[in-house]
């Protein structure tokens, strides 16, 4: 008895262990997932919601490749199997397509291939006039200046980041993926002669519902509420935040926070962040990588000159995250500095430079813009500078206003001094501004064909050249602005070799641990990350500076980390890193210490400390949380043929009941012994 | 319970208790003595509690009526204003659906 127990029990649990396994594998052979999408998500600001949002159990709909405009009266109009789930080819993702899918009820998603082939002359998806109420310029400043009523400066935006919409857009970046999702298509979908296909079709399903929802004060308001009252708090949004950058030639005391005496400073800044339509995804070669790039050769251009001759002034150095959100970097530096919570506050600063895109230069000309308002004779003093090279730097029209820049939100609080330095007079060059196209290939970075990727490594393409004699105009620039002497310009020159690093590779190996595959996006982010606290960009910058401006120490790793233990070490002056050292052929190489005044600050617009979610003055826009976000594609049967299976099979299992005895009489034998 | 086997003054009993426990904010007290009770009160032929149930039946259908309004219209006007009422609409709320207004 025990052991037939026993026997029927392992026969149970196996038959079940069996169809777990095979449960898992039915659910294989039906849906296949898609693994490399990209979302888009929703953000907030004090008035609205920008982005996508899909239903709670995703949406699903009907695949249909967006060629031709036919396809696109069969989606919108005439196909009789809505909703449809669009694959839409690059040349269709422009704003008068998006908008007429946003109208239209009858498409369920959106699935954007990305790629080159198609791609339109130009294509940015940020706005026309981009930060145009966080700026300086305002109905109090410059009235006639703002909201770009003298320059567009994007006139190719066609505002698709900033729409709202009510079905999820996903990116394919994965050309594989694409064919598969293509032969699915060409399978089961597609049109014989005109008439409709038959079921079953290709269908596909996208999950990414957002928790956010109306703006920024609601939903704070709503985390707020179930931080309190719940038991199970659903947090809805997250702020934007991160960390700027920042060094100085002279190491400044970081203990020591508020008025720094007998500090004298001139910024020289860039921004570090861009952003693109999708998650995450922001290459922003033309936008930001130009200017740090430039901005990273000119400090390494002017560290041995500011060793050996040192300038009167300091020279503070910037990269400030989070700008394309309504500059939430700087505007939080300026804010620091405003309540004496940094190391210099506005009474030191002397005057700023400014680093805008630079990349696309036509010819030989670099523009410098400044604010007609508070302009004020030869600020900068450029001529000089740019004695001996291969550009000419020029002013835009007297009575044009500043590009978007980090120095607008300086001016909102004091009149510096300060120019903009800029490839472009009027309107951007950069015909891919905040875009996913915006990329090595808009920089013209191109090679030689027959080099390999170590040679490609060391070779002075174009772009290099041309970011590296900007680099030299803006280190000469500054060294003269902080006051130093003119003989010893011509020492100041900035290395094209720079955009890679080649002398410096050895730090760089424990560097790209934290790029990973493919190249790095700009995005700002959430703050924690996978790879620790701080976004992986902001790191490689943090320590690539470390490398051009440190030195080396021989401290043990103990007390590299604990540097107030050592007596010649000063913690409030700089900062230590434990780095591997330069990899040679045979080993990686001994790690050491090396010690750098870089720091990070942190990059939240203040709005969120004050708790004014409605701020008209910082940047308020916060990301939404979600659970999940995937995609994928499975063949869809319809409704009917489900309710005929279950029909079937109540009746097979009503007919099974009801003739019992007979299928199962046989087992049964009555013992028919009386006594 | 079966009914069937109470005596007479036992179902006035319950059908009191069911009539004034529903003045407590519980109008579903009241829906169970309108069910339970209605063919004893309607059905049945006449026996001598039996008038007095049927007028506890017929208040207790009249306060689940009430109920039923009240609660109806409230529901209704929620539902369709809660997103327009911002702050209060939040306030207002056990679960706040989370990616809609």
Known sequence: ????????????????????VLSSSVEQKIYVELNETVPCVRLLNATHQIGCQSSISGDTGVLHVLETESDLDWILSSGPHPPYMVIMETAFFNRSVMMRMKNSSRVAGVAVIVSKTGLADNFSPHTTCPNQNTGVYSASYGSDLANCNVTMWNPLGNGLSYEDFAFPVFALKDENQTQ????????????????????????MQLFSHMHAATDTVTCMRRTDLQNRFSINPEVLCDPLSDFNVWTSTRPLNNSAKGHA???????AATRLDGRSFFWEQAPSAEGTVSGIVTLLATIQALSP???????????????????????IGSSKMVYDMERNDFVIDLNNVHSMLEIGQVGLRRGRSLWMHSDPVSRQNKSVDTESAAAGLNLTVDQPSVSQPLPPSSFQRFLRVRGIPGLVLADHNTSFNNRYYESLYDDAENLNVTYPPDLSPDEQLVYETDAAKSLAEVATLVARSLYIQAGGEKKNLNNITADPKIWFLHQHVSDCVRLLWFLGSGPPQFYIGLGPRIHGPVHSVTRFVQYILANLTGTVTNLTESQCQNPSEVNTENKDLFSYFWVSGPA???????????????????????????????????????????????????????????????LLSLLVTYFISSKAELLFSSARETPATTY | MNLERIPNEEKLGLSRRYYL?????LPFLWLVNVLWFFRE???????????????????????????????????????HFRAQWGEVGDYLSFTIPLGTA
């Open chain 2, 41 to 79: 009160a309607f059905l049945k032929p006449t026996y001598t509690e039996q008038p007095q149930i049927k007028s506890y039946v017929k208040k207790s259908a009249l306060g689940l009526i009430v109920w039923v309004a009240v609660l109806t219209t409230w529901i209704t006007i929620f539902q």
């Open chain 1, 1 to 20: 008895m025990g052991f037939k127990l026993y026997d029927s029990m392992s026969r149970v649990m196996c038959v079940s262990a069996a169809a777990g």
């Open chain 1, 180 to 203: 598969v999702i293509r032969k699915c298509y060409q399978d089961h979908n597609l049109r014989v002669n005109g008439s409709a296909p038959q079921y079953p079709l290709c269908a």
């Open chain 1, 584 to 646: 040679s052929v045979n080993n990686t190489g001994e790690p050491f210490c090396r010690s750098a005044s870089v720091r990070l600050s942190k990059a939240v617009s203040p709005a969120f400390e004050l708790l004014e979610y409605g701020s008209p003055n910082y940047s308020i826009i916060p990301q939404s949380r979600w659970k999940s976000i995937r995609a994928r594609i499975f063949p869809m049967l319809t409704l009917g043929v489900g309710v005929a299976v279950l």
């Open chain 2, 21 to 25: 426990g529903g003045f407590a904010f």
């Open chain 1, 305 to 327: 000159v500011t060793q050996e001759a040192p300038p009167p002034r300091n020279i503070f150095f910037s990269f400030f995250q989070g700008e394309a959100f309504d500059y």
């Open chain 1, 261 to 267: 005496a007998n500090e004298s400073v001139v910024i």
